[in-house]
């Protein structure tokens, strides 16, 4: 079956890390892959767009990766800040049709 | 820009009742999409309509849902009758183009509680 998995755990880290977020597919064959921040009572906002023929992508702080064998990204966010603090949430499009297929979210907590 | 304007923010009813959502795009955009959000089952794509036609329901649980979309400015995502498993916090989003690589912009959600 097809199966979208982020770590279900919180992510503790010191602000000035680097955080990393994970998030793994099978059965999906995805076009492209975004990932969106959530905050509490928020709806999700998008950060980055990364498609399949793309390795690499950066964005200020931000940096995702796209590995189609592993069948998986990292999202990496660089000198965290306790602001940086929310839920992080991979979408998979397939290109068939315009939806979106989303990952069931990672909360990150950055601490002083 | 407003942004998308989902009505009301909070809904409690109890179960049986009919249950009304709304959803106002961005002034623009031609998708529209519905979510709903729960501990156990994340974000789910409920039903997508583009230029005001739907194209994929495949995620309405069962036909107490319905969602039209009249005009380019409105949508509805009706539950008739509703149930406590209904109980989430349902999205609407839009997008500006028909196509998949698009940001979706969300609304700020209705928190659904039926009792």
């Known amino acids: 079956s097809q199966k979208i998995e982020q770590n279900s755990e919180a992510l503790n880290i010191q602000e000035g890390k680097t955080a990393t977020l994970t998030c793994n597919y099978t059965?999906?064959?995805?076009?492209?892959l975004q990932w969106y921040r959530q905050d509490p009572g928020r709806g999700p906002v998008f950060l980055l767009l990364?498609?399949?023929?793309?390795k690499e992508k950066r964005k200020e702080r931000l940096k995702v990766t796209f590995d189609t064998t592993l069948k998986q990204s990292l999202f990496h966010i660089t000198a965290s800040q306790p602001a940086d603090s929310a839920t992080y949430l991979c979408a998979l499009g397939t290109g068939g049709g315009n939806k979106l297929t989303f990952g069931t979210g990672t909360q990150l907590k950055v601490e002083l | 820009d407003a942004g998308v304007i989902q009505s009301p923010r909070h809904e409690v009813t109890e179960m049986g009742q009919e249950v009304t959502l709304r959803c106002k795009p961005i002034s623009g955009h031609n998708s529209l999409f519905w979510y709903r959000q729960t501990m156990m089952r994340g974000l789910e794509l409920l039903i997508y309509?583009?230029?005001?036609?739907?194209?994929?329901d495949s995620g309405m649980p069962e036909d107490r849902f319905s969602a039209k979309m009249p005009n380019a400015s409105f949508s509805t995502l009706k539950i008739q009758p509703s149930e406590p498993r209904d109980s989430a916090v349902y999205f609407c989003?839009?997008?500006?183009?028909?196509?998949?690589?698009?940001?979706?912009?969300f609304g700020p959600g209705t928190r659904l509680t039926v009792l």
């Open positions: 309509f583009n230029n005001n036609v739907p194209i994929d």
């Open positions: 059965n999906y064959s995805p076009a492209y």
């Open positions: 989003a839009s997008s500006l183009r028909t196509v998949s690589t698009d940001t979706q912009y």
């Open positions: 990364i498609r399949e023929n793309e």
